[in-house]
């Protein structure tokens, strides 16, 4: 450890969840991450490394780069810890989530194809939440294409326009068949 005045108030970690969370960048706190709801984030997975030189240091091990990746908070298709560390962070939030190994990938609940961390590594993500949408808005009717109620809707309206263009030619060919003979 050991202290040192970097200048400005440095930002503290807080226990969540059984994960440590720290906010790097603030957010639209009017929005927050709750379980239940699709999230969009982009991520950096960090696990402890050392330099060349020999020095500590963060290394990268997973990440999501410019693309966000979509995830549905208490669906278990992340890491627990990260959908832990996820709760309440705000829309735009970008924060530190320190993950234990029991909640990252020595998770008993979890088959893991492939660890790509050493057994009993503590890891860091680093997220930051670029869109929130809540269950069962109209946002997420539209969003989530393949879910029930965005393809009932799309199908109900492409139905409709295959009524309506079928409406609309159909007199022309019904025409046709008024010879008598």
């Known amino acids: 450890g050991g202290g040192g005045g970097d200048g400005g108030p440095q930002p503290d970690w807080i226990d969540q969840n059984g994960v440590k969370t720290m906010t790097l960048k603030a957010g639209d706190c009017r929005k927050t991450a709750e379980f239940g709801d699709v999230v969009y984030i982009t991520h950096v997975g960090a696990k402890p490394g050392v330099d060349e030189e020999g020095n500590q240091r963060m290394e990268q091990f997973d990440g999501s780069g410019d693309k966000p990746f ?12 990260m959908e832990k560390g996820m709760i309440g962070q705000c829309l735009g939030e970008q924060r530190n989530v320190l993950i234990p190994p029991h909640l990252g990938f020595e998770d008993p609940t979890v088959r893991f194809k492939n660890k790509p961390v050493p057994e009993g590594t503590t890891i860091l993500y680093q997220i930051t939440v670029t869109k ?24 109900a309206i492409f139905v409709a326009v295959v009524a309506f263009t079928i409406y609309k030619c159909g007199p022309k060919r019904r025409s046709k068949k008024k010879k008598r003979g």
Do not use: C
């Open 70 to 81: 979509k995830v549905t908070l208490g669906e278990g298709r992340i890491i627990k810890g």
């Open 132 to 155: 929130i949408v809540k269950p069962g808005s109209a946002y997420m009717a539209y969003d989530d294409i393949w879910g029930f109620i965005g393809t009932y809707y799309q199908v």
